[in-house]
C-alpha cells in the first residue's frame, strides 16, 4: 500500500477533487494533508473529503514534504500538489507503477504543458553543466512524485521553491534507480510573475549548494552560471516590459505614518465623542456615518492644514517614482475620506487615490459622507463584507484593465486583509495585526518603502 501526502495552502476550491480522485484507489490507504495554515476552508473541503490533516511545522512547500513524511505509515510515499484540477484517472497508478514492479526507486512526472521560463533558463543549463545525468528529465522542477521512503529519509528538505530539485539532485548523488513518467495533461495555478525572480534564485542555490558539496563548482563553471542568472534576469524583466501592472498603497499607518482621524479628533477637540461611537457602534458602515458627522461645520483649508502636518514615509515620493518608472500605476485605497486621500496622492505622485467621500457645502463640511459603490459587495465580490477594500481593488483593476495577479498591495491593518490577500503580491507595512502578517507574501517591518523595490521588478 501507499500513502499520498499532499501540502497545501489555500486550495479549497480543488483540494476536494484531487482527494476524491485518489481515494478509492486500491493501492492508497493514506491520504496526508499537509496544510501551510491555509485561511480558507482548504482543511475544511480535506476533512469532508475523508483525508488526514496535519498542520506543517513551518511555512515553505519542503517543510510540509518534510512533515508529511514522518507521520505517514507506508513505504511507498506519493507527492502530489493540491492545486491541479484535472489529475487523470490513472495518473497516481503512472507514478507508482515503476516502484511496485521494482523497477525503480523514484518516479518524477512530466506532464503536458510548456515549459516555465525558470526550467528553460536557470534549471536545465545549470543541470547540463553541473549535472549533466539529469538533462533526461524534461521538468526536472515537477513536484509530483513517488519513491521509497528509504531514500527520501536521506534527501534535503529545502524549505523553499528548491526543494523539488533539490530532491531529483539528492536521489540522483544516492544512487537511486529514477525514471520520468508522464501522467498526462494537468491544469494548475501557474507562478505569480513577480515570484520568477526569487523562484530562480531559490533552484539555482539549491543545485549549487549541492554541486558545492561535492566539489564540482571552480571559477570556469561559477562564470557560466553568472551569465545563466543574467539571462534569467533579462527574461523577467522583457517580460514585465509587456505587463500591465499596479501597485496599491493603504493611506492611515502606511503612507501616513499615524492615522488621520486620531489626528483629527485631538486637532479638533472630539476625541472623546469619537471614542464614544467606537465603543458603541461595530458595523462599519454605521462607523464610517456616525465618525462622519464629527466634521461638521470644519472646512477644507483646515483638513489640508491638519494633513499636511502629518508625517508621510520619508521614502514614499521616491519609492512611487521609482515604481512608475518601472511601468506600474501606482494608487490609494483607503477608508479615510477622499479630501485626504488626493491631497497625500498629489503630494507623493501617485494615480489614482479611492476614498469615502466626505460632503462639503460652500468648502464647509456638512457632516455627510457617501460611501462609492466600488466599496460595497456585489456578486463578484469575493468576501462578505458589505464594503470592503478589495472590492474597490477590483473595481479598479477592471477600470485599468490589469490583472488581480499583477497588483501588490500594501496594508497595515485588519481592514487590508481581504486586499492584501486578493492581490499577486500582499504586503504587511509594519502591521501588528497577527492575520494581515500570516496572509501577506511580504512583510515590511521597518518604515520604509523601498523593500517593495526588491520584487517589483
Known amino acids: 500500500m501507499i500513502s499520498v501526502i499532499i501540502p497545501v495552502l489555500n486550495e479549497e476550491r480543488t483540494i476536494g477533487k484531487v482527494i476524491n480522485k485518489i481515494k478509492d484507489s486500491p493501492i492508497v490507504d493514506e491520504i496526508i494533508i499537509v496544510d501551510d495554515k491555509s485561511i480558507d476552508g482548504t482543511i475544511q473541503e480535506a476533512?469532508?473529503?475523508g483525508?488526514?490533516?496535519l498542520i506543517s511545522t513551518k511555512i515553505g512547500k519542503g517543510?510540509?514534504?518534510?512533515?508529511?513524511?514522518?507521520?505517514?505509515?507506508?513505504?511507498i510515499i506519493v507527492y502530489l500538489d493540491g492545486d491541479v484540477e484535472n489529475y487523470s484517472h490513472n495518473s497516481l497508478e503512472l507514478l507508482v507503477s515503476p516502484l511496485l514492479k521494482n523497477e525503480a526507486d523514484f518516479v518524477k512526472s512530466s506532464f503536458e504543458r510548456e515549459a516555465g521560463r525558470?526550467?528553460?533558463?536557470?534549471?536545465k543549463p545549470l543541470l547540463s553543466l553541473l549535472f549533466p545525468a539529469l538533462t533526461r528529465f524534461s521538468q526536472p522542477l515537477s513536484g509530483m512524485i513517488a519513491a521509497r521512503r528509504e531514500y527520501l529519509k536521506q534527501v534535503k528538505?529545502?524549505?523553499?521553491y528548491g526543494v523539488d530539485i533539490g530532491i531529483l539532485i539528492d536521489m540522483e548523488l544516492l544512487g537511486a534507480r529514477m525514471v520520468e513518467v508522464n501522467i498526462g495533461k494537468i491544469v494548475h495555478k501557474m507562478k505569480q510573475w513577480q515570484e520568477l525572480g526569487r523562484m530562480s534564485r531559490e533552484v539555482a542555490k539549491a543545485i549549487l549548494k549541492r554541486a558545492t558539496n561535492k566539489s564540482l563548482v571552480?571559477?570556469?563553471?561559477?562564470?557560466?552560471?553568472?551569465?545563466?542568472?543574467?539571462?534569467?534576469?533579462?527574461?523577467?524583466?522583457?517580460?514585465?516590459?509587456?505587463?500591465?501592472?499596479?501597485?496599491?498603497?493603504?493611506?492611515?499607518?502606511?503612507?501616513?505614518?499615524?492615522?488621520?482621524?486620531?489626528k483629527a479628533s485631538t486637532s479638533f477637540g472630539f476625541q472623546k465623542e469619537l471614542i464614544e461611537i467606537i465603543s458603541k457602534n461595530q458595523e462599519s458602515y454605521l462607523l464610517t456615518k456616525f465618525i462622519a458627522k464629527l466634521f461638521k461645520g470644519i472646512n477644507i483649508a483646515q483638513i489640508v492644514q491638519l494633513v499636511d502636518g502629518m508625517n508621510i514615509i520619508s521614502d514614499a515620493k521616491e519609492t512611487i517614482a521609482e515604481l512608475k518608472k518601472r511601468g506600474y500605476i501606482v494608487g490609494i485605497i483607503s477608508d479615510s475620506y477622499d479630501c485626504v486621500a488626493n491631497h497625500v496622492k498629489?503630494?507623493?505622485?501617485?494615480?489614482?487615490?479611492?476614498?469615502?467621500?466626505?460632503?462639503?457645502?460652500?468648502?464647509?463640511?456638512?457632516?455627510?459622507?457617501?460611501?462609492?459603490?466600488?466599496?460595497?459587495?456585489?456578486?463578484?465580490?469575493?468576501c462578505n463584507h458589505n464594503?470592503?477594500?478589495?472590492?474597490?481593488?477590483?473595481?479598479?483593476?477592471?477600470?485599468?484593465?490589469?490583472e488581480l495577479s499583477n497588483i501588490i498591495a500594501v496594508g497595515d491593518s485588519e481592514n487590508d486583509v481581504c486586499m492584501v490577500k486578493m492581490a499577486g503580491i500582499g504586503v504587511s507595512f509594519c502591521s501588528t495585526n497577527n492575520l494581515l502578517n500570516h496572509i501577506a507574501d511580504r512583510k515590511i517591518e521597518t518604515k520604509t518603502f523601498l523593500p517593495i523595490l526588491d520584487f517589483a521588478t
Open 63 to 75: 517543510a510540509s514534504m518534510r512533515d508529511g513524511l514522518l507521520v505517514a505509515k507506508n513505504d
Open 346 to 382: 498629489n503630494k507623493i505622485g501617485a494615480d489614482f487615490a479611492l476614498a469615502n467621500e466626505l460632503e462639503f457645502s460652500t468648502s464647509v463640511s456638512t457632516g455627510e459622507i457617501k460611501i462609492p459603490l466600488f466599496f460595497l459587495r456585489t456578486d463578484k465580490s469575493k
Open 118 to 123: 525558470v526550467t528553460e533558463l536557470v534549471a
Open 218 to 262: 571552480n571559477l570556469d563553471t561559477l562564470e557560466t552560471i553568472n551569465v545563466i542568472r543574467d539571462q534569467m534576469e533579462f527574461a523577467i524583466k522583457e517580460t514585465l516590459k509587456t505587463l500591465k501592472k499596479m501597485v496599491v498603497f493603504d493611506l492611515d499607518n502606511t503612507i501616513l505614518t499615524g492615522r488621520f482621524i486620531e
Open 51 to 53: 483525508a488526514s490533516i
Open 47 to 49: 476533512k469532508n473529503s
Open 157 to 160: 528538505f529545502e524549505d523553499d
Open 387 to 402: 464594503s470592503c477594500k478589495s472590492n474597490a481593488l477590483m473595481h479598479i483593476a477592471e477600470q485599468y484593465k490589469i
